[in-house]
């Protein structure tokens, strides 16, 4: 039978991201989320996901081992569900962006105050918060409240598509005419 060290070493293989354990000269910057009420939180590892298939070999990993699974964009959920005492899968280095044609293609990492940056050089906006170092990737899945939703509506009103990956470790396309 592997040893936990083993299972680390080989999930960290798997990836093109990185596994941050506690120990690791990093894993005290990497653990912390930006809600300081949950400073103290010390989960078994951060994944730092670089690829929607990393994401998906963590949390097939996670199934393994019994290990509980957190997702973290930004950090910032006020009900500390970005950490926790198992894993936490970090999706700050998937921060793409890409605008073509008025769409916009961004990453889950990317944060708030760089999208608005990039965007506004393409004379585009979507409706979000105000808070420059939240992750998209929240902000759209918690609705997306911000200054221009009188007028645009929420973040996630403005989905186009998403790619998504799903409990069994599939990822999928999402948009009117797949998984919808």
Known sequence: M???????RDLTAALEGEVVLPGSPRYDEVRRPQIPRFHNVRPQAVVLCRTPEDVAEAIAFARRSGSEVAVRSGGHDFAGRSSGPGMVLDLTPMHSLEV?????????????GDLYAALA???????G???ATVGIGGQALGGGLGLLGRSRGLTSDQLVAAQVVLA????????EQRHE
């Open 100 to 112: 073509s044609d008025g769409l916009a293609t961004v990453g889950p990492g990317l944060r708030l």
């Open 2 to 8: 592997a040893t936990i060290e083993t299972a680390w």
């Open 121 to 127: 050089q393409h004379g585009v906006a979507i409706p």
């Open 168 to 175: 069994d470790g599939r990822v999928v396309e999402c948009d």
């Open 129 to 131: 918060g105000c808070g």
